[in-house]
């Protein structure tokens, strides 16, 4: 073990020295992806302050509240499997009470209730608003059998659902294997009823199956090479306890064995002899460990057992927020995973939200053996690598999902992705997001037809025209595992909604608060009253409008609130003040410096992600008690909260909408963090009569951006329809066209012109743009053919907005001209995003300033782009200019000065003091060049006039994406690290990803400052996953220099037969 561990760590730093970390990096990245949902809503209020500043809001970010990691210990001594082996010792029970144990263990995982097992195989809308009733009256999770303390017998430290397999191997070598496949097809006539109990009987199944897959040793010879790494792995991992025995061996080839039948079981969908849910036992006591999941909801086991899922037909649901959505997609693709052995896309809206999926999968990855890889921000790889044996599961954000596919459709790849899982799928209604969402859906829709995808949302209304666009089976309930109230507040008077009341609210009680004078003038909507009456004890979180009235509304609260909420926590308050200064380089924002020793914090795109961090988890576990925030906290978040306020019904100036509504008030009393949850919205008496329309109307639709988004949009969609040869005749797009959203849409979205209009139109449009060519005109004119041109080639390779396409060529070309490499300030300048430069408004004292300091050289690079020290100090001066000067350019070079100092100083603290930027912008403004960046390096790479600057983009790329010391990035490279932590860590003695992956979470939370146990773990579990990717990208590449080439002469091929 010790020696495949060293031979994996050799490997690893070979990779390192010959192929660097960029290649991961160098992806198609597009912009939008850097756009939260905030920056369209804050648009109108933080408008005239961004114009100032000039910058981009950051990417969103959020972290999950849920202490997915309790109890988990990763692999040294209290070890992950040895909790595993602890709890499977628990199961086990003399051999005469091993069944009833068995039978009873499963019982409590998979619900109960065989009367709820409905059987809906021709409905294809389900509603199940007996569910409540149902999970309230079950009784409570089944707990683990106390057994007795574990006999010093190999056989006793297995789960008990492999007992029964030993005893029937022992058996089938004594001439019982016919016995098992009698046994096993004569289950295969039960109905899938009896199956879904998990009874004893299944246990039974089980092993008959497993003696089936004992009995095949070619299948273990292939599992046994595929589990080689992991052994290596755990081996690394256990270096210093040399604990792990033949027990822990067994169990891994166990693993396999269960996985084997599982596979089995899946294709005979009627036949789910998994133990749960067709999926190894393993799973079960995973989701016990990792997450604290003991037993399915009601509706998420009827979700699971429905015919049309078990038949892999393409589903949505829909449920009110926290119902518990994500278990059910999870386990779904467990079961695409490990049974069918294919790989599956999970999309995410944002960037954060993948890193924290990342963080919780990972753990499940290394032990059950499929690769979990990140799509986000800079990361991943295009394409992805091929796995030799196991699968991958690709988690992604919207734009890089759509990477993806694209990539995995080119290389005809597509048919290997089994499932794609979309949450929060009314995002296809918003805008250019909502467009490319809808492109992956309709690609993989068209080019695969054994694909299956599901999508999820808790904010859905027209599903019918969902339904008929991916062709899906509809499921929904009005699960809640904790009772939300929801209230208004007029005056000092508070409502509660409710449906039943006239007008659809309900008197419910006066605030009894006393305000001084000077108080009711500072907060006339009583904030201070509705929010004492939780905190510290329970959290709460305050919705504001904008940014800055989160900011202002929390140094509000701290003006008023008692001086005795300095005490709650007081120590840990300080600490988290330390650990914002120790990432803030010293500096530590003066509204957090005030409002965090009373609890108190806000939360929006203005933080960088290393404080946004810190404050998350100190939110998450008590230490801070009230977030004041934007309503991009509100998109799928669990952060926990009793009381959530919205402060008005607005989101920067326009009104709430439903959908918004419902997303916000979601975020109170989440399953497992609270028992209640309320939400109260203020309003003032002038928005009574819409707000009650808010409440009691329905959600609202949503439709599709296709067009609307036009460059982003349509244009896109048919360029790499083209491109990648999924339709290049007339005929073909438009058969396309019609089976996306919009066409199913298009009676209703379509007023002028039909949609073959349309799409004649387009294909004629970028053909004038010289992005697409004619290739025949066919006998009729549905048969006419396109292909793209180079230019059209590299726009979409590189993913570019065809509204900057021609610029960017013409910038490039010009470049060509005379670049100047003397420093980096004119290969930014290229590649700083255009879509940012129409938002940027210069200070000019600042830009004259930092021009006065630019070397001859760097100067030169302005006075090539026509840009004047003169100029800029008239501009500075307030003077009149004559001459013009085109705007976009000077806007563009002020933005690259900032992201040159940024490379220059690496420190956004310093660059945000000196260019006078809100420091979270301009950390937006580094991730979308660094984006960007990689985007204009595709683009290069397909032009052959370009090829000078493909060497100098990979470069200027890998310094955008981490702009640190180069020391730090490796620890970067693993999902949740930023540039805090790995300072600290690289201090701490861990350089590199085969560190972070062997390290102790115990180690790490006593050497590391505020690092808590739950991130300890997360860091090793995605250090370990991120290892064991890329020790298995080397076997596959040792293996691909190995192998004998097809062709080759002499062999029989197709080139001997000519000859
Ligand atoms: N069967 C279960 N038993 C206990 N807890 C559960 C169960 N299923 C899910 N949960 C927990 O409930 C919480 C909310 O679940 P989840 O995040 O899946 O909600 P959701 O339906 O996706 O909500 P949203 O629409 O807000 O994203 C999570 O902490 C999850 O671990
Ligand atoms: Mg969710």
Same mark, same amino acid.
């Given at each position: 073990m010790e020696d495949g561990g060293a031979r994996i760590r050799r490997r690893v730093s070979v990779r390192k020295r010959n192929r660097g970390s960029l290649e991961s990096r160098c992806v198609a990245l597009a912009p939008a992806e850097l756009q939260p949902a905030e920056d369209l809503e804050d648009e109108a209020v933080a408008g005239s302050r961004r114009r100032k500043t000039g910058s981009p809001e950051p990417t969103q970010e959020s972290d999950s509240e849920e202490d997915m990691f309790s109890g988990y210990d990763s692999f040294t001594e209290n070890s992950f499997l040895a909790q595993v082996d602890d709890l499977e010792q628990k199961y086990l029970q003399p051999h005469e009470h091993r069944e009833l144990a068995a039978d009873s263990a499963t019982k409590g995982l998979c *619900?109960? *209730?065989?009367?709820?097992?409905? *059987? !809906?195989?021709? !409905? *294809?809308c389900f509603t199940d608003s007996e569910t409540n009733k149902l999970v309230k009256s079950q009784a409570s999770g089944l707990d683990v059998p106390a057994g007795p303390e574990p006999e010093?017998?190999?056989?006793?430290?297995?789960?008990s659902s492999q007992i029964l397999y030993f005893e029937r191997m022992q058996n089938s070598s004594s001439g019982l294997g016919d016995q098992s496949t009698k046994d096993r097809d004569g289950n295969s006539r039960q109905s899938s009823h009896e199956e879904l109990t998990c009874s004893h009987k299944e246990q039974s199944q089980q092993s008959d199956g497993f003696s089936k897959a004992a009995a095949s040793p070619e299948t273990n010879r292939r599992k046994s090479i595929a589990d080689r790494l992991k052994s290596a792995m755990s081996g690394n991992a256990t270096a210093q306890t040399p604990v792990f025995s033949r027990s822990k061996q067994l169990k891994e080839t166990l693993l396999s064995e269960e996985i084997s039948v599982a596979k089995e079981a899946m294709e005979s969908p009627s036949d789910d002899r998994g133990p749960f849910y067709s999926l190894p036992s393993k799973v079960r006591d995973l989701y016990v460990q990792l997450?604290?999941?003991k037993k399915l909801y009601d509706w998420q086991h009827t979700c699971l057992t429905l015919s049309s899922v078990q038949k892999r037909k393409n589903l949505i649901y829909s449920l009110p927020t926290s119902g518990g959505k994500t278990l059910v997609a999870e386990i779904l693709m467990l079961q695409e995973l490990l049974c069918r052995q294919k790989d599956v896309l999970m999309i995410l809206p944002y960037v954060a939200i993948v890193q924290e999926k990342i963080s919780s999968l990972s753990s499940f990855g290394i032990e059950l053996g499929f690769f979990v890889e990140e799509y986000a921000g800079s990361k991943g790889r295009f394409p992805p690598t091929k796995r030799r044996e196991k699968k991958s599961l690709y988690i992604a954000t919207i734009e890089k999902g759509h990477s993806l596919v694209n990539a995995l459709i080119e290389t005809g790849r597509i048919s290997m992705l089994g499932l794609v899982v979309v949450d929060e799928l009314h995002m296809i209604g918003e805008g250019s997001r909502g467009a490319i969402l809808e492109m992956t859906l309709a690609k993989v829709l068209y080019t695969s037809k054994t694909t299956q995808i599901i999508g999820m949302s808790a904010t859905l209304n027209n599903v019918k025209d969902l339904q008929e666009f991916l062709k899906a089976e509809y499921y929904t309930s009005q699960f809640r595992p904790v009772e939300l109230k929801e209230y208004l507040k007029v005056n000092d008077t508070i409502y509660e909604v409710d449906s039943r009341a006239e007008n659809g609210m309900a008197f419910s009680r006066l605030l009894n608060y006393k305000y001084s004078d000077a108080l009711r003038k500072m907060d006339p909507d009583h904030l201070v009253a509705l929010v004492t009456e939780v905190i510290p004890n329970y959290s709460c979180l305050v919705f504001c409008p904008s940014k800055k009235s989160c900011e202002n509304v929390a140094e509000m609260l701290c003006k008023f609130?008692?001086?005795?909420?300095?005490?709650?926590?007081g120590e840990e308050k300080s600490e988290v003040i330390k650990s914002l200064r120790a990432v803030g380089n010293g500096k530590v924002c003066p509204v957090l410096k005030r409002t965090v020793p009373f609890g108190v914090a806000y939360h929006h795109s203005g933080l960088t992600s290393d404080e946004r961090r810190l404050l998350e988890e100190a939110y998450s576990t008590g230490i801070l008690c009230l977030f004041t925030c934007t309503s991009t906290l509100a998109a799928g978040v669990n952060l926990p909260a009793r009381r959530v306020i919205l402060r008005a019904p607005y989101v920067a100036r326009e009104f709430l909408r439903r959908n918004q509504y419902k997303q916000m008030v979601g975020r109170a009393g989440r399953a497992g963090i609270d028992t209640v949850g309320e939400s109260i919205l203020i309003l003032q008496e002038k928005d009574k009569q819409q707000v009650l329309e808010l409440i009691n109307g329905p959600l609202e639709n949503c439709y599709s951006h296709l067009i609307e988004e036009f460059s982003k949009g349509i244009q896109s969609l048919f360029l790499s329809l083209i491109g990648l040869k999924i339709a290049t005749s007339l005929g073909d797009i438009y058969q396309f066209m019609n089976g996306t959203f919009f066409g199913v849409q298009q009676k209703i979205l379509l007023k002028e012109k039909s949609l073959w209009e349309i799409t004649v139109d387009s294909l004629s449009y970028l053909t004038e743009k010289g992005l697409l060519q004619k290739e025949s005109h066919g006998d009729t004119e549905l048969e006419c053919r396109f292909r793209v041109t180079k230019l059209g080639q590299a726009s979409f390779k590189g993913a570019i907005d065809l509204a900057y396409c021609d610029t960017l060529y013409r910038d490039l070309k010009k470049g060509l001209e005379g670049l100047v490499l003397e420093s980096l300030l004119h290969l930014v300048y290229l590649t700083t995003p255009y879509d940012l430069v129409a938002q940027t408004e210069p200070d000019w004292m600042v830009y004259f300033r930092q021009f006065s300091q630019l070397s001859p050289a760097e100067q030169n690079v302005a006075a090539l782009l026509g840009v004047s020290e003169s100029f800029i100090g008239k501009k500075a001066s307030g003077q009149a200019i004559r001459k013009k000067v085109d705007k976009n350019i000077v806007n563009r070079l002020y933005l690259s000065f900032v992201l040159y100092s940024l490379l220059k100083e690496t420190n956004v603290w310093s660059v945000s003091e000196k260019f006078n930027m809100p420091r979270g912008h301009v950390q937006n403004l580094l991730t979308g060049a660094a984006s960007f960046s990689s985007c204009v390096l595709h683009f290069c790479e397909e032009l052959e006039e370009f090829w000078v600057y493909k060497a100098l983009l990979v470069e200027l790329t890998k310094k955008l994406t981490y702009c640190v010391k180069a020391e730090l990035i490796p620890l970067m490279e !693993?999902?949740? !690290?930023l540039e805090g932590r790995a300072k600290q860590l690289y201090s701490a003695g861990y350089k590199s990803v085969t560190h972070l992956a062997n390290a102790s979470p115990e180690v790490l939370v006593r050497t590391i400052d505020h690092l808590s146990r739950r991130q300890a773990k997360q860091i090793v579990s995605s250090a370990k996953m991120l290892l064991h990717e890329k020790a298995e990208a080397l076997q596959e590449e040792v293996e691909e220099l190995l192998r004998l080439p097809p062709d080759l002469p002499g062999l029989g091929g197709p080139n001997t037969e000519e000859a």
């Amino acid at each position: 073990m010790e020696d495949g561990g060293a031979r994996i760590r050799r490997r690893v730093s070979v990779r390192k020295r010959n192929r660097g970390s960029l290649e991961s990096r160098c992806v198609a990245l597009a912009p939008a992806e850097l756009q939260p949902a905030e920056d369209l809503e804050d648009e109108a209020v933080a408008g005239s302050r961004r114009r100032k500043t000039g910058s981009p809001e950051p990417t969103q970010e959020s972290d999950s509240e849920e202490d997915m990691f309790s109890g988990y210990d990763s692999f040294t001594e209290n070890s992950f499997l040895a909790q595993v082996d602890d709890l499977e010792q628990k199961y086990l029970q003399p051999h005469e009470h091993r069944e009833l144990a068995a039978d009873s263990a499963t019982k409590g995982l998979c *619900s109960e *209730s065989t009367k709820n097992t409905v *059987s !809906v195989s021709t !409905v *294809s809308c389900f509603t199940d608003s007996e569910t409540n009733k149902l999970v309230k009256s079950q009784a409570s999770g089944l707990d683990v059998p106390a057994g007795p303390e574990p006999e010093n017998d190999l056989l006793l430290d297995v789960p008990s659902s492999q007992i029964l397999y030993f005893e029937r191997m022992q058996n089938s070598s004594s001439g019982l294997g016919d016995q098992s496949t009698k046994d096993r097809d004569g289950n295969s006539r039960q109905s899938s009823h009896e199956e879904l109990t998990c009874s004893h009987k299944e246990q039974s199944q089980q092993s008959d199956g497993f003696s089936k897959a004992a009995a095949s040793p070619e299948t273990n010879r292939r599992k046994s090479i595929a589990d080689r790494l992991k052994s290596a792995m755990s081996g690394n991992a256990t270096a210093q306890t040399p604990v792990f025995s033949r027990s822990k061996q067994l169990k891994e080839t166990l693993l396999s064995e269960e996985i084997s039948v599982a596979k089995e079981a899946m294709e005979s969908p009627s036949d789910d002899r998994g133990p749960f849910y067709s999926l190894p036992s393993k799973v079960r006591d995973l989701y016990v460990q990792l997450k604290g999941i003991k037993k399915l909801y009601d509706w998420q086991h009827t979700c699971l057992t429905l015919s049309s899922v078990q038949k892999r037909k393409n589903l949505i649901y829909s449920l009110p927020t926290s119902g518990g959505k994500t278990l059910v997609a999870e386990i779904l693709m467990l079961q695409e995973l490990l049974c069918r052995q294919k790989d599956v896309l999970m999309i995410l809206p944002y960037v954060a939200i993948v890193q924290e999926k990342i963080s919780s999968l990972s753990s499940f990855g290394i032990e059950l053996g499929f690769f979990v890889e990140e799509y986000a921000g800079s990361k991943g790889r295009f394409p992805p690598t091929k796995r030799r044996e196991k699968k991958s599961l690709y988690i992604a954000t919207i734009e890089k999902g759509h990477s993806l596919v694209n990539a995995l459709i080119e290389t005809g790849r597509i048919s290997m992705l089994g499932l794609v899982v979309v949450d929060e799928l009314h995002m296809i209604g918003e805008g250019s997001r909502g467009a490319i969402l809808e492109m992956t859906l309709a690609k993989v829709l068209y080019t695969s037809k054994t694909t299956q995808i599901i999508g999820m949302s808790a904010t859905l209304n027209n599903v019918k025209d969902l339904q008929e666009f991916l062709k899906a089976e509809y499921y929904t309930s009005q699960f809640r595992p904790v009772e939300l109230k929801e209230y208004l507040k007029v005056n000092d008077t508070i409502y509660e909604v409710d449906s039943r009341a006239e007008n659809g609210m309900a008197f419910s009680r006066l605030l009894n608060y006393k305000y001084s004078d000077a108080l009711r003038k500072m907060d006339p909507d009583h904030l201070v009253a509705l929010v004492t009456e939780v905190i510290p004890n329970y959290s709460c979180l305050v919705f504001c409008p904008s940014k800055k009235s989160c900011e202002n509304v929390a140094e509000m609260l701290c003006k008023f609130l008692s001086k005795d909420y300095l005490n709650h926590r007081g120590e840990e308050k300080s600490e988290v003040i330390k650990s914002l200064r120790a990432v803030g380089n010293g500096k530590v924002c003066p509204v957090l410096k005030r409002t965090v020793p009373f609890g108190v914090a806000y939360h929006h795109s203005g933080l960088t992600s290393d404080e946004r961090r810190l404050l998350e988890e100190a939110y998450s576990t008590g230490i801070l008690c009230l977030f004041t925030c934007t309503s991009t906290l509100a998109a799928g978040v669990n952060l926990p909260a009793r009381r959530v306020i919205l402060r008005a019904p607005y989101v920067a100036r326009e009104f709430l909408r439903r959908n918004q509504y419902k997303q916000m008030v979601g975020r109170a009393g989440r399953a497992g963090i609270d028992t209640v949850g309320e939400s109260i919205l203020i309003l003032q008496e002038k928005d009574k009569q819409q707000v009650l329309e808010l409440i009691n109307g329905p959600l609202e639709n949503c439709y599709s951006h296709l067009i609307e988004e036009f460059s982003k949009g349509i244009q896109s969609l048919f360029l790499s329809l083209i491109g990648l040869k999924i339709a290049t005749s007339l005929g073909d797009i438009y058969q396309f066209m019609n089976g996306t959203f919009f066409g199913v849409q298009q009676k209703i979205l379509l007023k002028e012109k039909s949609l073959w209009e349309i799409t004649v139109d387009s294909l004629s449009y970028l053909t004038e743009k010289g992005l697409l060519q004619k290739e025949s005109h066919g006998d009729t004119e549905l048969e006419c053919r396109f292909r793209v041109t180079k230019l059209g080639q590299a726009s979409f390779k590189g993913a570019i907005d065809l509204a900057y396409c021609d610029t960017l060529y013409r910038d490039l070309k010009k470049g060509l001209e005379g670049l100047v490499l003397e420093s980096l300030l004119h290969l930014v300048y290229l590649t700083t995003p255009y879509d940012l430069v129409a938002q940027t408004e210069p200070d000019w004292m600042v830009y004259f300033r930092q021009f006065s300091q630019l070397s001859p050289a760097e100067q030169n690079v302005a006075a090539l782009l026509g840009v004047s020290e003169s100029f800029i100090g008239k501009k500075a001066s307030g003077q009149a200019i004559r001459k013009k000067v085109d705007k976009n350019i000077v806007n563009r070079l002020y933005l690259s000065f900032v992201l040159y100092s940024l490379l220059k100083e690496t420190n956004v603290w310093s660059v945000s003091e000196k260019f006078n930027m809100p420091r979270g912008h301009v950390q937006n403004l580094l991730t979308g060049a660094a984006s960007f960046s990689s985007c204009v390096l595709h683009f290069c790479e397909e032009l052959e006039e370009f090829w000078v600057y493909k060497a100098l983009l990979v470069e200027l790329t890998k310094k955008l994406t981490y702009c640190v010391k180069a020391e730090l990035i490796p620890l970067m490279e !693993v999902t949740g !690290v930023l540039e805090g932590r790995a300072k600290q860590l690289y201090s701490a003695g861990y350089k590199s990803v085969t560190h972070l992956a062997n390290a102790s979470p115990e180690v790490l939370v006593r050497t590391i400052d505020h690092l808590s146990r739950r991130q300890a773990k997360q860091i090793v579990s995605s250090a370990k996953m991120l290892l064991h990717e890329k020790a298995e990208a080397l076997q596959e590449e040792v293996e691909e220099l190995l192998r004998l080439p097809p062709d080759l002469p002499g062999l029989g091929g197709p080139n001997t037969e000519e000859a």
